[in-house]
């Protein structure tokens, strides 16, 4: 029993991070109908971010604060000086520009700060468990699932009540219209790169909080994953994007902790051959519409 709660925190943890990356993403592609690539290097920034901080003698949580606003500020930036001027371009060019985006980042990281990783420590109160009804659950870990179902949950508010929330749903369904009905274009569009710089920088510190180090490449991977997720869920589907991201946790650490030994070099093909057979069975994506693939 304890084994199956701890692989179950495990799950809701890893899945919890890939869900804030895929909503970024997911986020961006429903107003401007592109997969930013460049999306994890904002998970790269924020360590980075933390990294000089720490460096400079400032406590964690100002650290951690200046991670997250550095994430913010570098989307926006990324929106207003690399994605607003082919806003009226094809998809395959917003694509190869975020594909450049990211390539020129990876080469600033490697030649201004270090191609090797930077260690970032962590206080001593996120290295042990806590007791939660009898089980000892990783403080990184409850602190991940908490943090996660917060940002989540006020994410929702926002979208649900706020005019800018509501402006952004519209757009997701169509943004064409919902220009034509007054709403400024622009502030929508940073917003949603805002929103999904705050997501990444939430994930980035997730994330930094179990390798405890940062690298130039440290991104990549997890926004792999989150695109995945994305695909998984239905493009186009905020939702999904968070199931999506959910059952892709629960995937990998139910393979990690159940397959056989022989099996595990093989655990990330087992992985992606379940994806395909889930996307098999729904090629929308599991909370995505039929309208969005056509």
């Known amino acids: 029993m304890d084994i199956l709660v701890q692989q179950t925190v495990n799950a809701l943890s890893l899945g919890g ?5 895929a909503l970024g ?48 500020a570098a989307a926006v930036l990324m929106e207003r000086v690399a994605f607003r001027p082919v806003r009226d371009a094809s998809t395959a060019t917003m694509l190869l520009t975020s594909f450049a985006v990211s390539t020129i ?35 990184i870990q409850a602190a991940s699932i908490c943090a996660t179902a917060l940002l989540l949950f006020a ?18 369904l169509d943004f064409p219209t919902t220009r034509l009905m007054g709403i400024n274009a622009n502030a929508v ?14 994930a980035g510190v997730l994330w930094l909080a179990q390798r405890g180090s940062v690298d130039p490449l440290m991104g990549f991977l997890p926004v792999l994953k989150a695109f995945i997720a994305v ?8 939702s999904g994007a968070v199931v999506g991201g959910l059952v892709l946790g629960i995937i990998e650490v139910g393979l990690r902790a159940f397959l056989p ?25 599991l909370l995505g519409r039929k309208e969005a693939i056509r």
């Open 105 to 139: 980042l990876h080469m600033l990281f490697q030649n201004l700060i270090s191609a090797r990783p930077r260690a970032i420590p962590i206080p001593s109160m996120f290295a042990g468990a806590i007791d939660i009804f009898g089980f000892d659950i990783g403080a």
């Open 231 to 238: 695909v998984l869920g239905g493009l186009g589907s905020l």
């Open 17 to 21: 991070t890939y869900a804030l990356l």
């Open 155 to 172: 994410l929702t508010m926002f979208l649900r009540r706020s005019m800018l929330g509501i402006a952004m749903r519209a757009a997701s």
């Open 189 to 202: 569009i940073s917003t949603a790169f805002a929103i999904s710089g705050l997501l990444a920088g939430v």
């Open 25 to 72: 993403l997911a986020m961006v592609f429903s107003v401007l109908g592109l997969i930013n690539f460049a999306h994890g290097d904002l998970m790269t920034i924020t360590g980075y971010g933390m990294f000089f901080c720490i460096v400079a003698g400032l406590p964690f949580p100002v650290a951690v604060i200046v991670g997250i606003l550095a994430a913010i």
């Open 261 to 285: 030994e022989g099996l595990l070099p093989f655990r990330e093909s087992i992985a992606l051959s379940l994806v395909i057979i889930l996307l098999l069975i729904r090629p929308e994506g």
